[in-house]
């Protein structure tokens, strides 16, 4: 509880959101002394992994990186199945970690927050839920998620059809039974292709409508080596120190010193194939150029393509999957037995690159000419990544301003985390930090922690106000864009950038260097908190 200017708050911070940013924003605010509350729309804690509960999802970083470092004890106990784990196990383990730190009894939750409103006289925040109940915080932390407002296109004729339709951001809760039924899942992203070989299994038949081919490459998950988790275990916090300071803040098996065309043609495809053989993100860091040359990308991307010719069995269909952008300018994509899955006899590729989808019928989807009956749908269509939810809150700061106003040409937040003109405002993995491009959960931590401190710091300095100076935050944003564009990242469309929602201002989202965003950070606390006016 905060007391200024005569006006006491209800709460020293109000966290929206109980995915694993907002349940480590709970456990270390009310640590460090300060009265901590969780709103949370879903019934349940786990965010991402509450919600993505379509077949075959599961996380693509390794179980021994995507958890908590935060306490010794709880990343020794904690025993995960897998090298890569599957969404029921993640929520497991949010749910233990929820219950081991006694976190539950401070978050509310089917409570959506629908405004905070910051009073500049006393430097709080009024935050208002849907249900009318109205609280106050010095602080107001979004965790909101990156990827958590599902995006479902208009499709003409959708009020027509009859059957099922999900979104795998939405999954419901309650078991969908897709054996033997007809299904169309739309979309060829990341969702896509590990929902693709899992519901082939059980559907009767399923329609892929693809309107663009990806790269994937495989996961090769397994049951946890116990070898590999004694050793990692036996140096955790090391191994955690590590990875903290490697690029996108995980295990990397980067070769930084030698260019592409440094080595032969039969080097180069055999350090492809070993790196095929080593799955996750291994290409991206083939060679020091891989990700910032054109040319030297293309011998990935031509690696990858000879591979889907090796094992989709029918060549036209091989080429129909063969994808022909820059490498990594879509979000790279792990994958079990994907393109393994459209040597099935119940499998249809829906080519949709060219007319895209015609419409929706009663009983099914057209296109192409053709009325694809199906008993289900499954958009796998992605979200409105990094602003969707918090554009949709109504949030006001100084003078009574809209954060979805002052983000109309594009978000701008200094560090990727705090936005001029709303102080005391933080947000978790934002647009403009690392975020996306990182193991999240590191960039959550880290982000908690910066929080954290800050508020530690003021308190013990009796401020109580932080807000990032316009001085520091139009750099941040021009660095930010800058920087992506020294990557291949920006080479093409994506929803980094947002074009996957019409109308969206076309701005680089995420920070691309992980080890300078954290050097960064670290200097503006040295600096005593360089860009931002404390109060
Ligand atoms: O969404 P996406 P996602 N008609 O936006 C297609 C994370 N993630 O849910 O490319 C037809 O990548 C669209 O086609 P196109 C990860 O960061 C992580 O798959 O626009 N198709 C595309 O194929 C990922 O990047 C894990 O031509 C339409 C697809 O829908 C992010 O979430 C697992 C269409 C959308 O792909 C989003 O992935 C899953 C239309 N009108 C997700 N509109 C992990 O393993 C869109 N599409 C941790």
């Given at each position: 509880?905060?007391?200024?200017?005569?006006?006491?708050?209800?709460?020293?911070?109000?966290?929206v959101?109980?995915?694993f940013?907002?349940?480590?924003?709970?456990?270390?605010?009310?640590?460090?002394?300060f009265?901590?509350r969780?709103?949370e729309?879903?019934?349940?804690?786990g965010?991402?992994?509450?919600?993505?509960?379509?077949?075959g999802?599961r996380?693509?970083?390794?179980s021994l990186q995507?958890?908590?470092?935060?306490?010794?004890t709880?990343?020794?106990?904690?025993?995960?199945?897998?090298?890569?784990?599957?969404?029921?196990?993640?929520?497991?383990?949010?749910?233990?970690?929820?219950?081991?730190?006694?976190?539950?009894?401070?978050?509310?939750?089917?409570?959506?927050?629908v405004s905070a409103?910051?009073?500049?006289?006393?430097?709080?925040?009024?935050?208002?839920?849907?249900?009318?109940?109205?609280?106050?915080?010095?602080?107001?932390?979004?965790a909101t998620?990156?990827?958590?407002?599902s995006?479902?296109?208009?499709f003409?004729?959708f009020?027509?059809?009859q059957?099922?339709?999900?979104h795998?951001?939405?999954?419901?809760?309650?078991?969908v039974?897709l054996t033997?039924k007809?299904?169309?899942?739309i979309?060829?992203?990341?969702?896509?292709?590990?929902?693709?070989?899992?519901?082939?299994?059980?559907?009767?038949?399923?329609?892929?409508f693809?309107?663009?081919?990806?790269?994937?490459?495989?996961?090769?998950?397994?049951?946890?080596?116990?070898?590999?988790?004694?050793?990692?275990?036996?140096?955790?916090?090391?191994?955690?120190?590590?990875?903290?300071?490697?690029p996108?803040?995980?295990?990397?098996?980067?070769?930084?010193e030698?260019?592409?065309?440094?080595?032969s043609?039969e080097?180069?495809?055999?350090e492809?194939?070993?790196r095929?053989?080593?799955?996750?993100?291994?290409?991206?860091?083939?060679?020091a150029?891989?990700g910032?040359?054109?040319?030297?990308?293309?011998?990935?991307?031509?690696?990858v393509?000879?591979?889907?010719?090796?094992?989709?069995?029918?060549?036209?269909l091989?080429?129909?999957?063969c994808?022909d952008?820059?490498?990594a300018?879509?979000?790279?994509?792990?994958?079990?037995?994907?393109?393994?899955t459209f040597?099935?006899?119940?499998?249809t590729l829906?080519?949709?690159?060219?007319n895209?989808?015609e419409?929706f019928?009663?009983?099914?989807i057209?296109?192409?000419?053709?009325?694809?009956?199906v008993?289900?749908?499954?958009?796998?269509?992605?979200?409105?990544?990094?602003?969707?939810?918090?554009?949709?809150?109504?949030?006001?700061?100084?003078?009574?301003r809209?954060?979805?106003d002052?983000?109309?040409?594009?978000?701008?937040a200094?560090?990727?985390?705090?936005a001029?003109?709303?102080?005391?405002?933080?947000v978790?993995?934002?647009?403009?930090?690392?975020?996306v491009?990182?193991?999240?959960?590191?960039?959550?931590e880290q982000?908690?922690?910066?929080?954290?401190?800050?508020?530690?710091?003021?308190?013990?300095?009796?401020?109580?106000?932080?807000?990032?100076?316009l001085?520091a935050?139009e750099?941040?944003?021009?660095?930010?864009?800058?920087?992506?564009?020294?990557?291949?990242?920006?080479?093409?469309?994506?929803w980094?950038?947002?074009?996957?929602?019409?109308?969206?201002?076309?701005?680089?989202?995420?920070?691309?260097?992980?080890?300078?965003y954290?050097?960064?950070?670290?200097?503006?606390?040295?600096?005593?908190?360089?860009?931002f006016?404390?109060?």
């Open positions: 509880m905060s007391t200024v200017n005569s006006v006491t708050t209800d709460l020293d911070a109000v966290v959101g109980a995915g940013a907002g349940i480590y924003s709970l456990q270390n605010l009310r640590n460090k002394g009265k901590t969780v709103y729309a879903a019934g349940g804690v965010g991402t992994w509450y919600w993505n509960r379509y077949p999802a996380c693509d970083i390794p995507y958890s908590y470092s935060f306490d010794e709880l990343q020794q106990e904690w025993q995960w199945k897998n090298k890569y784990s599957d969404q029921a196990d993640i929520l497991n383990y949010a749910n233990h970690v929820v219950d081991r730190f006694d976190l539950r009894k401070d978050i509310q939750f089917d409570t959506r927050i409103i910051f009073d500049e006289d006393h430097n709080f925040w009024t935050i208002t839920t849907d249900a009318g109940e109205s609280v106050t915080a010095r602080h107001f932390v979004l998620g990156c990827l958590s407002t995006n479902i296109p208009e003409e004729g009020d027509d059809y059957g099922k339709a999900y795998s951001g939405r999954w419901p809760q309650e078991p039974d033997g007809k299904v169309a899942i979309g060829s992203g990341s969702t896509a292709i590990q929902a693709i070989p899992a519901v082939a299994e059980l559907a009767g038949h399923l329609y892929s693809q309107r663009t081919p990806q790269f994937t490459i495989p996961q090769h998950n397994e049951p946890l080596n116990p070898e590999i988790e004694k050793q990692i275990k036996s140096r955790y916090a090391t191994y955690r120190d590590e990875n903290y300071h490697s996108f803040a995980q295990e990397v098996s980067g070769n930084f030698t260019n592409t065309f440094d080595v043609d080097e180069r495809t055999a492809y194939e070993r095929w053989q080593m799955g996750g993100f291994a290409f991206l860091v083939a060679y150029d891989s910032s040359d054109r040319v030297a990308n293309e011998t990935i991307a031509d690696f393509r000879d591979k889907i010719r090796g094992i989709v069995n029918d060549p036209a091989a080429e129909k999957l994808p952008f820059v490498y300018s879509k979000r790279p994509v792990l994958d079990t037995n994907y393109f393994e040597n099935r006899d119940n499998v829906v080519d949709i690159r060219d895209g989808i419409r019928t009663e009983t099914g057209r296109a192409n000419g053709i009325n694809h009956e008993d289900c749908v499954i958009f796998a269509t992605g979200f409105d990544a990094l602003t969707g939810t918090l554009n949709k809150m109504e949030i006001r700061g100084r003078g009574g809209l954060l979805k002052k983000w109309a040409e594009g978000p701008k200094y560090l990727g985390l705090c001029e003109g709303f102080p005391n405002m933080y978790i993995t934002g647009p403009g930090s690392p975020s491009l990182t193991n999240m959960m590191v960039a959550i982000h908690v922690n910066f929080i954290a401190d800050t508020m530690v710091h003021m308190r013990a300095n009796d401020q109580t106000r932080i807000e990032a100076k001085e935050e750099p941040w944003v021009a660095h930010v864009s800058e920087l992506g564009h020294t990557t291949l990242f920006t080479a093409g469309a994506n980094y950038f947002g074009d996957n929602i019409p109308g969206k201002p076309r701005v680089f989202l995420p920070h691309v260097d992980w080890v300078g954290v050097e960064k950070c670290e200097d503006v606390v040295d600096k005593n908190y360089d860009g006016s404390l109060a």
